[in-house]
């Protein structure tokens, strides 16, 4: 079956400086890869993702991943963070219908 | 608001009763999806319907739980016999199609189970 995982539980950064959220996945053929961000009380929200083509996919917010097929990675980067970008990020896997999550990764941008 | 809506969107109930949760997808999505998510986790799959037809089910789903979705429109997902391990938010997910697209999730239903 296809996975991810998150390897960190929590990430802290300050206000202005580079984030980065990790993700690997396990897969067997070609991978549909996924972010997610979830705010307090509500449900997630779709970031971007990676069918196809080019290895740097931008999303929604700033927000940009790296796949990295030799390492098995989709990290997900931004080149300045946001005090409101803190909230929970999940890392998905498309496996056959359903969406297969990772822990997720809390994100504090402290000012 | 042309999103996916849940409600109710908390529910406490006591153990050994019946609770009915109801998801309305984006009007022009087909595939409907719901799934559960417990403090500290990701969301985990439950339930996938493509129009009115259940096609997959997981074997988190036990039989205390069932879901529909009668004329491919809203879904409704039952548990019957509430117990303390169900409290969880319950998610519930559209899409246009399986495969590369994306699916949009709504608010959730948080039950409380006492």
């Known amino acids: 079956a296809q996975s991810v995982a998150q390897p960190e539980d929590q990430v802290n950064v300050a206000e202005g400086n580079p984030l980065t959220v990790k993700c690997t996945y396990s897969?067997?053929?070609?991978?549909?890869l996924f972010w997610y961000v979830q705010y307090p009380n509500r449900g997630l929200q779709f970031l971007l993702k990676?069918?196809?083509?080019?290895?740097l996919v931008k999303g929604s917010y700033g927000f940009e991943a790296e796949f990295n097929k030799s390492q098995t990675s989709f990290h997900l980067k931004k080149p300045s963070a946001l005090v409101s970008d803190s909230a929970l990020y999940f890392c998905?896997?498309?496996?056959?219908?359903?969406?297969?999550f990772g822990a997720g990764t809390r994100l504090t941008v402290k000012p | 608001d042309t999103g996916v809506s849940q409600n109710p969107r908390h529910k406490i109930t006591k153990r050994g009763q019946n609770v009915t949760f109801r998801c309305d997808p984006i009007s022009e999505h087909n595939r409907l999806y719901w799934y559960r998510q417990t403090l500290g986790q990701g969301p985990e799959f439950l339930t996938y319907f493509q129009n009115e037809a259940q096609l997959e089910k997981s074997r988190l789903l036990s039989d205390r739980f069932s879901a529909e979705r009668p004329k491919g429109s809203f879904s409704t997902l039952e548990i019957q016999r509430t117990e303390q391990g169900d409290s969880a938010m319950y998610l519930c997910?559209?899409?246009?199609?399986?495969?590369?697209?994306?699916?949009?999730f709504g608010p959730g239903t948080r039950l409380t189970v006492t």
């Open positions: 998905a896997v498309r496996d056959t219908l359903a969406m297969r």
């Open positions: 897969v067997s053929g070609n991978p549909y």
């Open positions: 990676y069918i196809t083509g080019d290895n």
């Open positions: 997910a559209s899409s246009a199609g399986t495969g590369e697209h994306e699916q949009y």
